[in-house]
């Protein structure tokens, strides 16, 4: 097995890849709007833009419910304009920072660590901007993790993955902030291939090996 077959294990939840598929078309869409109407858009797209943010909401939540709800709270002018900040940044973290500036997305702090989280954040820029953004998520950093330190050998990581505590791992990778979050997307990109041209489709395939180490 290597790498790119993660990519394949992913796209084997057929109703989860097809979401996929939708959410990347309503990303073009999107970003088509942001640049026509700038700093002046009507109605209707402020109101597609907080759809589409919903809809990343829910797609990180894999639809579970009691994941869900915190996007809703943002206004759609606030939504406009973080959207319109990251894709005019001219650094990661400043890309990612505007995101994060939107209630369940980054906004609020860890009461005991004073850190942010940025997972969620990543997934809008994961959509926006696939081939230089990936998402940050316990599972892709952890079979990350496993893969360096077993030489980028996919079947020994996995072997080595099934022996981890999946709850134990979720806990110690629950806070990952913007720098985190902004120096495994450089790695992301460097792993970058023929067969996985995108941030985004390395991510998915690390993704996809999770799922085969841990099911959910």
Same mark, same amino acid.
């Given at each position: 097995?290597?790498?790119?077959?993660?990519?394949?294990? %992913?796209?084997?939840?057929?109703? %989860? /890849?097809?979401?996929?598929? !939708?959410?990347?078309?309503?990303?073009? !869409?999107?970003?088509?709007?942001?640049?026509?109407?700038?700093?002046? @858009? @009507?109605?209707?797209?402020? $109101?597609?833009?907080?759809?589409?943010?919903?809809?990343?909401?829910?797609?990180?939540?894999?639809?579970?419910?009691?994941?869900?709800?915190?996007?809703?709270?943002?206004?759609?002018?606030?939504?406009?304009?973080? &959207?319109? $900040? +990251?894709?005019?940044?001219?650094?990661?973290?400043?890309?990612?920072?505007?995101?994060?500036?939107?209630?369940? &997305?980054?906004?609020?702090?860890? @009461?005991?660590?004073?850190?942010?989280?940025?997972?969620?954040?990543?997934?809008?820029?994961?959509?926006? $901007?696939? %081939?230089? /953004?990936?998402?940050?998520?316990?599972?892709?950093?952890?079979?990350?993790?496993?893969?360096?330190? /077993?030489?980028?050998?996919?079947?020994?990581?996995?072997?080595? +993955?099934?022996?981890? =505590?999946?709850?134990?791992?979720?806990?110690?990778?629950?806070?990952? =902030?913007?720098?985190?979050?902004?120096?495994? =997307?450089?790695? %992301?990109?460097?792993?970058?291939?023929?067969?996985?041209?995108?941030?985004?489709?390395?991510?998915?395939?690390?993704?996809?090996?999770?799922?085969?180490?841990? @099911?959910?």
């Amino acid at each position: 097995m290597d790498l790119s077959d993660g990519l394949k294990e %992913y796209q084997k939840n057929a109703k %989860y /890849w097809e979401f996929t598929v !939708e959410l990347e078309e309503f990303a073009k !869409e999107i970003l088509r709007m942001l640049t026509r109407y700038g700093d002046e @858009p @009507p109605e209707e797209s402020l $109101s597609r833009t907080k759809k589409f943010l919903l809809e990343i909401e829910r797609w990180k939540a894999m639809c579970i419910q009691d994941q869900m709800g915190m996007a809703s709270r943002n206004s759609e002018l606030s939504i406009w304009k973080a &959207f319109q $900040s +990251a894709v005019k940044a001219k650094k990661d973290i400043e890309a990612l920072r505007s995101v994060m500036s939107l209630v369940g &997305f980054g906004s609020s702090s860890d @009461p005991e660590t004073g850190l942010r989280r940025a997972k969620r954040a990543t997934a809008v820029l994961r959509f926006l $901007s696939p %081939y230089d /953004w990936g998402v940050v998520d316990w599972r892709t950093v952890a079979i990350l993790g496993l893969l360096k330190k /077993w030489g980028w050998d996919v079947d020994r990581a996995l072997v080595q +993955a099934r022996r981890e =505590n999946p709850r134990d791992l979720r806990g110690l990778l629950d806070i990952i =902030n913007e720098d985190g979050a902004c120096q495994i =997307n450089q790695e %992301y990109r460097a792993m970058r291939t023929e067969k996985l041209p995108r941030a985004a489709d390395v991510d998915m395939a690390l993704f996809g090996i999770s799922l085969k180490a841990w @099911p959910i």
